[in-house]
């Protein structure tokens, strides 16, 4: 009986959603923050029947070959990010799992009494990320069968994802960690067939069902009620499952949520506005440069998965990735003014609509300077592999060089929302 009451309440809280947002001052749930109209070119998806493309999803096997060639040969960058990496506690065999029963996000709250443990999780995907990638590099398989250990020890004790709506951030941010994780031991003969089929399904379970209940619900607010972070991670979760369940219908939701989709984790919202320099602003670039820099590296993850599976979205709207980046490293790293249109943020009001506004008048000063790992995976795509110019980008990767991963950036959430290691994995001759 529960089982019906939540299968019908889910379309509930989709039609909620609609309705609230009609109520609202923009039909598009972006508060009436509109550029021209342009001719936009979308990226297809192909029929569910088609076969993902496993290519270890952000990182092939001819990535690790040009890596371990650039470490033998003591060759910089590469050499650093290595040793970046090997330094890491979490990328050691001594490592041990802390998997919980009930991941907490949003807890000490009215939905879940409990405090919040999501630290563990955080940790424990950033040490079998880590330890995979020495893996791949050195051969030495003690260092998968940690990452496996972690990985199951998740999938047998965890069962569910609780707390307020933070639930969200939870699975969409470790969500596409655990299977980016994941995908890329697929192929390791350790990892027994029935416990890799377990972990899939885990994944899909606990996972998975709250990034598809918060995507098409929005928690029954309106759709430009949450920034665009909440949306990309979300987003980037839902294509890495997709991959790493073999399952094109959910890659496919995320490719047309990230083009099309009416939230503000649409590339065009998130990157909102593009001045006449070529610069191009974000959604939450007047809210804080913590939030706009994680949006910058969601995009560029959710980016570089999507070229792995043949999908081009780096160079979707004319490059409108590249502007952003550009736009948010020269105030971050270059730190020279930018220009800012005026944004109107509209949200839920008490009555179920979306009347309440927020308005940014300019760029925020707060978190200005903010470091993230997030770098070298935008500059290489596009003055490495495409032979563009991102004079800022490039000015940011330099700055940031060697990038660490989770555990060198503080013990906070922010330092573990990336995987990180850029330096080593994605630096292109």
């Not at 979707?316 to 105030?331: P, S, V």
């Amino acid at each position: 009986m529960k089982r019906i009451t939540f299968l019908m309440f889910i379309p509930l809280l989709c039609f909620f959603a609609l309705t609230s947002c009609k109520k609202g001052k923009s039909d598009n749930g972006n508060g009436g923050n509109t550029e021209p109209v342009v001719t936009v070119k979308y990226i297809d998806t192909l029929a569910p029947t088609v076969p993902m493309v496993h290519k270890g999803g952000l990182h092939s096997d001819e990535d690790f070959i040009r890596m371990k060639t650039k470490i033998a040969a003591n060759a910089e960058p590469w050499i650093s990010g290595w040793n970046k990496l090997i330094a890491n506690y979490h990328a050691q065999l001594t490592y041990n799992p802390n998997p919980v029963e009930k991941l907490i996000r949003g807890g000490n709250s009215a939905e879940e009494p409990s405090p919040d443990n999501y630290s563990r999780a955080m940790n424990d995907v950033a040490a079998a990320y880590q330890l995979t990638i020495r893996w791949k590099i050195t051969g030495d398989t003690a260092y998968a069968d940690k990452a496996v250990q972690i990985l199951n020890a998740w999938a047998s004790v965890c069962k569910q994802i609780s707390g307020n709506s933070n639930t969200a951030l939870a699975a969409g941010i470790y969500g596409y960690q655990f299977a980016m994780a994941g995908e890329l031991l697929r192929n390791y003969p350790g990892w027994k067939t029935e416990d890799f089929t377990k972990y899939q399904d885990w994944m899909l379970k606990v996972f998975y069902s709250v990034n598809n209940s918060f995507l098409t619900t929005h928690w029954g607010t309106c759709y430009s009620h949450y920034w665009a972070n909440w949306d990309l991670c979300n987003v980037a979760s839902v294509m890495a499952i997709g991959i790493l369940t073999d399952k094109r219908t959910l890659y496919n939701q995320a490719v047309h949520y990230f083009q099309k989709g009416f939230g503000n984790g649409n590339i065009l919202k998130a990157i909102n506005y593009i001045h006449p320099d070529g610069l191009a602003q974000l959604q939450e670039s007047g809210r804080d440069q913590g939030h706009a820099t994680l949006c910058i590296a969601l995009m560029g993850t959710i980016c570089e998965i999507a070229w792995k599976q043949g999908d081009d979205f780096y160079g979707f709207d004319n490059n409108r990735l590249l502007k952003g980046c550009e736009y948010i490293a020269k105030y971050n790293v270059a730190m020279l003014a930018v220009p800012f249109k005026e944004y109107l943020r509209y949200y839920q009001d008490p009555w179920g609509g979306c009347n309440n506004a927020e308005k940014h008048t300019e760029v925020s000063s707060a978190g200005r300077g903010n470091d993230r790992p997030m770098w070298e995976l935008v500059y290489n795509h596009y003055v490495k592999r495409k032979g563009l110019t991102a004079t800022y980008s490039e000015m940011a990767s330099k700055k940031v060089r060697p990038e660490g991963g989770g555990g060198d950036y503080g013990p906070n959430s922010g330092g573990f929302d990336q995987l990180g290691f850029g330096t080593l994995l994605y630096s292109l001759d």
